[in-house]
């Protein structure tokens, strides 16, 4: 069954270090998520992405964070200056936007910012 | 903006027990899809249950089924005949259908344990 997959599973940086996180969308869909959840707390939306291009992010998503598609395979989430409250588990998701709604999420990928 | 509240953070059951999950949540919407999601430890997310909120039917998956009130705005998980890989955290979330990107909004979670 086609998953999605994350890398690294974990990650510890320094703050002010730059993070890039990983993703493999499932590959007929066209639509692309970041969601993260600090420990203890609900999953939080960051960031759509569908056409090359961001769809809708919400406050969370500065300009400390930014999204590619470099490759047509990869889907990537950027933290160009890590703070310390950026520690999460940052989750990616994908779905085929045929209306049903649902998403299909990755293993996470944990964030450690020292 | 849509919330959606979880006011269970922990529950457990016995095996082969039935427990049930609340969620509430707040929309002006009158059209949107709200989940149920399970995420094992260490595991990703995965859907568990879909209901579209036109349907006055609650929906059903095998031992998994919901009590949608749309006018309460109650979305409650039932999980039948527990079983100790039902062991998981489940997230009630809500989504608003829009072309072009489905944005998800999560509740908080219940941790539910399965006992043995």
């Known amino acids: 069954e086609p998953e999605v997959t994350q890398t690294p599973s974990h990650q510890v940086t320094q703050m002010g270090q730059e993070v890039i996180l990983r993703c493999v969308p499932i590959?007929?869909?066209?639509?692309f998520y970041w969601y993260r959840q600090i420990l203890g707390q609900k999953v939080e939306f960051l960031v759509s992405?569908?056409?090359?291009?961001?769809?809708?992010k919400s406050e969370i998503f500065d300009d400390q964070f930014s999204v590619e598609r470099p490759d047509g395979s990869n889907f990537t989430l950027k933290i160009r200056s890590t703070k310390l409250e950026d520690s999460a588990m940052y989750f990616c998701?994908?779905?085929?936007?045929?209306?049903?709604?649902?998403?299909?999420f990755g293993e996470g990928s944990r964030l450690t910012v020292l | 903006a849509q919330t959606v509240t979880q006011s269970q953070p922990e529950m457990s059951v016995q095996e082969a027990e039935t427990v049930t999950l609340s969620c509430t949540y707040d929309?002006?919407?009158?059209?949107?899809?709200l989940f149920w999601y399970k995420q094992p430890p260490s595991r990703q997310m995965i859907l568990v249950i879909r209901?579209?909120?036109?349907?006055?039917q609650n929906a059903t998956e095998n031992r998994f089924s919901v009590n949608f009130q749309k006018a309460a705005k109650s979305f409650s998980l039932k999980i039948s005949d527990s079983q100790l890989g039902d062991t998981a955290m489940y997230f009630c979330?809500?989504?608003?259908?829009?072309?072009?990107?489905?944005?998800?909004?999560f509740g908080t979670g219940t941790k539910l344990q399965v006992i043995p």
């Open positions: 929309t002006s919407e009158n059209n949107y899809y």
């Open positions: 209901q579209e909120a036109y349907k006055q």
């Open positions: 590959s007929n869909h066209l639509y």
């Open positions: 998701a994908s779905s085929s936007g045929s209306g049903a709604g649902e998403l299909f």
């Open positions: 979330a809500f989504m608003n259908p829009s072309w072009g990107y489905q944005k998800v909004t």
């Open positions: 992405f569908y056409n090359n291009e961001i769809s809708e």
